[in-house]
Structures are given as structure tokens and as C-alpha cells.
């Protein structure tokens, strides 16, 4: 990921300095655990403790050998010495790439998981805040019914705590180790070696693999990263519309001392929404490649490691950022419940049409014949620059059959947020 998206914490994860350190600790922890058995001498893995590691001096020596991990074996035989003839004892290079790939990816999903619970503190602080705060609800872009500005985020809530699950779930599935040889078969020790290595990364061990772990694990991962990522897209793209000049109910933070626009100084766009759409399509483009990535040759090819190389590091760490920037996004967001009352009166009345739909049918009047009632009136007020309310209120037929009381407890705007405890109630933060 470019610098620019690029969360400091997260990103060390996936540096070349990182890696190469967790590449060393499997290859002392495998030394580890073959003295603990007898078939090497005592005090091998201790060798590795004074190692050094120096990411140019390996690139300098990749330079040549056109590998990385044989990189890595002779920079850091140099510095063992003549315990250097049992490192890397019965390995693949795949050992140490999955191995230390699986720990990463746990290590940047506890990071993620971290900025996510931030963003749902917020998500649910403003849930809260706007629970009996009226809006217009909008479907097909066209004014609905009353809604709940709250429940807009608590709809928002509800989907990234269920994802939340899935992502921490899916660790145990996804960051597998693998210390089982070049083909997987374990050639050269017991499933015993591959155990306590993971155990001691806090992993799981792949119960199968060839030379490497099914790619599978990763498809289903960077699924979930983009479902999140889409998930704060789809809200994004809420803000924007509701950040639009002719709408004007909320709009995202304009900071001190920040500009819009180049050429035009009025301008505050919504930026940090915009990006935040941008990034999640980079996401939903990485998941791609990952299922791409599942068709492997045999019990290996090589395909899919340059690819994953870019799209692991990109997703999580473009994901995290997402995060970040949306936590702030809601915490600091400008709500106008002025406007939203103002544009509900824009339609004069006409979104009630279901509730007087509805109290003619409890009058006696069949679906169809209510329905053609009111779809005339609510065709007369749009023609005619009318109101509904009024215009229901001089119907001769609706007169005949609803009291005045009857009447105007249709119009109450209130009426619509009748369950909106009960909702909250169920997902448990009222």
C-alpha cells in the first residue's frame, strides 16, 4: 500500500524487517524442538539469539541467489556459525513463507479488529444520539416513509458486529502454519515438530498441505475484508447523498484551517467518503486475485505468491485505514435535524398515503378499491401543488368513513417510530 493509506502499526506487520524476524524465530523454535527430541545437540537454538538480521545485506545477496528465503539461510548462517549445519533441517521454503504468512495475518486482524471496535463505539454512540430524531427514508431516491436517523446506524451496527464475529472467527481457519516438508507429507519429522512450532506462534497448524496451505483460506479471508470494506462503502455513499447541497442533512467533518477545492473556496466535499469508496473497490479487486489464486498446479506452483506478496499487505492495510478514517468520520459528522423535518414537509403530505391506505381497510374497504382512493388523491396534490392532508380532509368518501380524530392521527410523524425501541431492544443496546 502506498505511504498515503498506510497506519504505521499495521504496516510494520508486513515489513521486509518483520518478516525475515519471524522467519528466524521458526527456524530456532524448529532447532527448539529437535534438541527437546534428542536428534540435535543442546543449545543449537540458542545460536540464534545473536543473530542479526539486516534487510539490504539480504536483498544484496537475493540480488544473486534470485531467492529469498536461500537470502535469508546465508545471511543469517554467517552470523550461527557452525550451528548453521541444522538450520533449516527437513524445511521448504514454503515452511517459513505460510508459517510467518499466518502469523501476520493474526497479527493485522487483532489490529483490525482493534479499529473496528473503535468504529462500533461510534456507531453506536450516534444510535443512540439520533434514535427519535425524525428523517425521510428513501427508496429508488424517492421519499418513502418516516424513518429514525438512528436507525440508519444502527442498521450500520448490527452489519459490522456480525462481521466483526466472522473476522475473528475466521483466524482459526485462515492462519494455519505449515512445518511439513516439501510436499507435505512430513519426509523428515512427526506432525509432533509442526504442532509445537504453531503452538508456540499462537496458530493453528494446517491439519493438511502440500508444500503450501490451501489458498482457499485466503479467498475466504480477503472475502471478508472486502465485505467489510463494502460495508463502510455503502454508508459512505449514505453521507454523500445526504451531504449533497439540495439534501443538506449531514455532512462528513470540514476541519480548521482545510480546503474543498482549488478553484472554488465555498466548496467542503466529501472527501473522506469518497475514499473510503475508492479503497473498498482495491479491496473487492484483491478478493479477485485470491480466488485466482486458488488454482495451483499439482501439490504447488509458484503462481500466486507474487500476487499475494501485493494483495494481503494492500487489503489489511487499506482496511485498517478505511477504519480509521471512518471512525472519525462518524464521531465528528454534522448532523442537521432542521433540514430533515424541512425535507419531509417537501412532499406535502403525500408519504402518509399508506396510513390512510391502510385505516381505510380497517374501515371495510377492499385493498384495491383504498388503494385507487388514495393513489387519486396523492396524484391530485402532486398536480396540483396541493396538500395531502388537506386534501384527504375534504374527500367524500374518506369523510364518510374516518372521524376528524382518525384523521389526524394518520398525519402524526410520530407514529412511525411506534417500534423503534422494540428494534433496538433486539440488538441488544438500548
Keep these: 500500500m502506498i505511504e498515503r493509506y498506510s497506519p504505521e502499526e499495521i504496516t510494520k506487520v508486513w515489513s521486509d524487517e518483520e518478516k525475515f524476524k519471524r522467519f528466524l524465530k521458526i527456524e530456532a523454535l524448529l532447532c527448539e524442538v529437535l534438541e527437546k527430541q534428542g536428534k540435535i545437540p543442546k543449545g543449537v537454538s540458542k545460536s540464534f539469539s545473536k543473530v542479526k538480521i539486516s534487510t539490504q545485506a539480504i536483498k544484496r545477496i537475493e540480488e544473486k541467489t534470485h531467492h529469498d528465503i536461500v537470502a535469508f539461510l546465508k545471511h ?29 495475518i493474526k497479527d493485522a486482524t487483532q489490529i483490525i479488529l482493534k479499529d473496528l471496535d473503535a468504529v462500533l463505539d461510534a456507531v453506536k454512540n450516534k444510535a443512540l444520539k439520533y434514535k427519535d430524531t425524525l428523517c425521510m427514508a428513501r427508496t429508488h431516491g424517492v421519499h418513502a416513509e418516516i424513518y429514525s436517523f438512528g436507525l440508519k446506524f444502527l442498521y450500520l451496527y448490527n452489519d459490522l458486529r456480525e ?102 473556496p465555498h466548496k467542503q466535499n466529501p472527501i473522506i467518503c469518497e475514499r473510503i469508496c475508492g479503497l473498498a473497490r482495491v479491496l473487492r479487486a484483491n478478493m479477485l486475485v485470491a480466488y485466482e489464486n486458488i488454482n495451483l498446479w499439482h ?76 393513489q387519486g388523491i396523492a396524484l391530485k396534490v402532486i398536480n396540483k401543488n396541493s396538500s395531502f392532508k388537506k386534501e384527504a380532509f375534504v374527500n367524500a368518501k374518506i369523510k364518510k368513513n374516518l372521524t376528524k380524530n382518525e384523521l389526524e392521527e394518520i398525519f402524526n410523524p410520530y407514529a412511525y417510530l411506534s417500534n423503534v425501541d422494540k428494534i433496538y431492544k433486539r440488538t441488544g443496546i438500548s
Aim: net charge positive; with cysteine; aromatic share 8%.
Design 76 to 104: 543469517i548462517s554467517k552470523q550461527i556459525g557452525e550451528n548453521s549445519q541444522y538450520l533449516h533441517r527437513g524445511l521448504t521454503s514454503s515452511d517459513l513463507l505460510d508459517t510467518t504468512l499466518a502469523s501476520q
Design 163 to 264: 462481521e466483526r464475529r466472522l473476522l475473528a472467527e475466521s483466524l482459526k481457519f485462515v492462519a494455519c502454519g505449515k512445518i511439513s516438508g516439501a510436499v507435505g507429507n512430513f519426509a523428515y519429522f512427526e506432525p509432533k515438530v509442526e504442532e509445537y512450532i504453531c503452538r508456540k506462534l499462537k496458530i493453528n497448524p494446517a491439519l493438511v498441505s502440500t508444500q503450501i496451505v490451501s489458498r482457499e483460506r485466503i479467498a475466504y479471508y480477503l472475502s471478508l475484508i472486502s465485505l467489510i470494506g463494502s460495508t463502510l462503502e455503502r454508508f459512505a455513499t449514505e453521507i454523500r447523498h445526504l451531504h449533497r447541497s439540495e439534501v443538506n442533512e449531514a455532512k462528513e467533518p470540514f476541519y480548521k484551517g482545510q480546503k474543498g477545492s482549488s478553484a472554488m
Design 299 to 374: 501439490e504447488r506452483d509458484i503462481s500466486h505468491s507474487s500476487a499475494e506478496r501485493v494483495i494481503l499487505p494492500d487489503s489489511t492495510i487499506g482496511l485498517d485505514y478505511m477504519l480509521k478514517k471512518f471512525k472519525n468520520l462518524i464521531k465528528d459528522l454534522t448532523v442537521y435535524p432542521e433540514n430533515m423535518l424541512k425535507n419531509i414537509e417537501l412532499n406535502r403530505g403525500i408519504i402518509y398515503s399508506q396510513k390512510l391506505l391502510t385505516k381505510l381497510m380497517d374501515k371495510g374497504f377492499s385493498r384495491i378499491r383504498a388503494y385507487d382512493i388514495v
